[in-house]
């Protein structure tokens, strides 16, 4: 088979775009309420999240997820508590990241040298323990998790399916995933009985010709990084990706020496600063959104025996 040849295979036997999309079309996918695009804050600490949500009331800046990428491990029941409650009272999302979260910790030396990719549930006690961790966190209120393995995925989904966790437990699949065309998006939404307000996160780095044609493949929102580390920064892209790949939630991901909570904060502002002078038709979800699972209050859901 020649590549023209592969490309109509890939367009009429599994369904997806078989070139990126050069010419850029403008999504008509939209979140549940309406809108083109929704905030995504890292804060991890109980001390960043009061600083964050003083920072957006200072600036009137929406926050439309919080996503918690130190692992639920390292927080107490009454950390956890006090972060959804937070939450609650700003009608945010709150994701929380069952275990160790994005920390190399495990006993294994493949942790230590970063062999493996940052979440990942080695060996089946670690993702039973992780799963431990999740039930732990929806007692106390939490709705939503950020999930790194598919083994991990596979379970959740399917304790999703057969009613053993609250129906409106949502997922967020983790950019380290690395979910890099359309064919890995629509396996993901295909196999994984992910719902509408599920969300993947592809590669960071994704231009906006392959965005576009993975919004060709579903309607299912993306994560998408502005800014992260200190190596990938596209905060004037913004506006044409909302433009090409709606419904996005943005995030802003800044880490490094000397890098402060308001530091974070104040390159999310500039991506919405950014968007509202460049596409000033795209809107943004406001607090409680349709869609939006905000965390419940500790006690509403016990596990089963």
Same mark, same amino acid.
């Given at each position: 088979?020649?590549?023209?040849?592969?490309?109509?295979?890939?367009?009429? +036997?599994?369904?997806?775009?078989?070139?990126?999309?050069?010419?850029?079309?403008?999504?008509?996918?939209?979140?549940?309420?309406?809108?083109?695009?929704?905030?995504?804050?890292?804060?991890?600490?109980?001390?960043?999240?009061?600083?964050?949500?003083?920072?957006?009331? !200072?600036?009137?800046?929406?926050?439309?997820?919080?996503?918690? =990428?130190?692992?639920?491990?390292?927080?107490?029941?009454?950390?956890?508590?006090?972060?959804?409650?937070?939450?609650?009272?700003?009608?945010?999302?709150?994701?929380?990241?069952?275990?160790?979260?994005?920390?190399?910790?495990?006993?294994?030396?493949?942790?230590?040298?970063?062999?493996?990719?940052?979440? !990942?549930?080695?060996?089946?006690?670690?993702?039973?323990?992780?799963?431990?961790?999740?039930?732990?966190?929806?007692?106390?209120?939490? +709705?939503?998790?950020?999930?790194?393995?598919?083994?991990?995925?596979?379970?959740?989904?399917?304790?999703?399916?057969?009613?053993?966790?609250?129906?409106?437990?949502?997922? !967020?699949?983790?950019?380290?995933?690395?979910?890099?065309?359309?064919?890995?998006?629509?396996?993901?939404?295909? !196999?994984?009985?992910?719902?509408?307000?599920?969300?993947?996160?592809?590669?960071?780095?994704?231009?906006?010709?392959?965005?576009?044609?993975?919004?060709?493949?579903?309607?299912?929102?993306?994560?998408?990084?502005?800014?992260?580390?200190? =190596?990938?920064? +596209?905060?004037?892209?913004?506006?044409?990706?909302?433009?090409?790949?709606?419904?996005?939630?943005?995030?802003?991901?800044?880490?490094?020496?000397?890098?402060?909570?308001?530091?974070?904060?104040?390159?999310?502002?500039?991506?919405?600063?950014?968007?509202?002078?460049?596409?000033?038709?795209?809107?943004?979800?406001?607090k409680n959104a349709k869609g939006a699972v905000v965390p419940a209050p500790p006690g509403a859901?016990?596990?089963?025996?």
């Amino acid at each position: 088979m020649n590549i023209d040849a592969i490309r109509e295979y890939i367009e009429t +036997r599994l369904g997806t775009p078989g070139r990126d999309l050069y010419d850029l079309p403008a999504s008509g996918a939209r979140f549940s309420d309406g809108a083109h695009y929704r905030t995504e804050l890292l804060p991890t600490t109980v001390a960043e999240y009061e600083t964050v949500f003083s920072l957006c009331e !200072k600036f009137n800046f929406i926050p439309n997820k919080i996503t918690d =990428t130190r692992g639920a491990m390292f927080d107490s029941d009454a950390e956890i508590i006090r972060k959804c409650r937070m939450c609650r009272d700003k009608g945010a999302e709150l994701v929380m990241s069952p275990g160790s979260g994005e920390h190399s910790r495990d006993i294994s030396h493949q942790m230590a040298v970063r062999a493996m990719a940052e979440g !990942k549930s080695r060996g089946m006690d670690m993702l039973v323990m992780n799963l431990a961790d999740m039930m732990r966190c929806l007692e106390l209120g939490c +709705r939503g998790f950020l999930i790194y393995d598919e083994g991990m995925m596979l379970a959740v989904s399917g304790l999703r399916k057969d009613g053993l966790i609250p129906p409106e437990t949502s997922f !967020k699949i983790s950019a380290n995933v690395s979910v890099a065309n359309p064919l890995g998006f629509k396996f993901w939404t295909e !196999k994984a009985g992910l719902h509408p307000n599920d969300s993947l996160n592809p590669i960071r780095d994704m231009t906006l010709p392959m965005l576009a044609a993975m919004r060709a493949v579903t309607d299912l929102p993306m994560d998408v990084h502005a800014y992260w580390g200190t =190596t990938l920064a +596209r905060t004037l892209d913004v506006p044409e990706i909302v433009r090409v790949a709606a419904p996005i939630y943005f995030k802003v991901s800044i880490f490094g020496a000397g890098v402060t909570p308001e530091d974070k904060f104040m390159q999310a502002l500039r991506v919405v600063e950014t968007i509202e002078r460049y596409f000033p038709e795209a809107k943004q979800s406001e607090k409680n959104a349709k869609g939006a699972v905000v965390p419940a209050p500790p006690g509403a859901w016990k596990m089963k025996a």
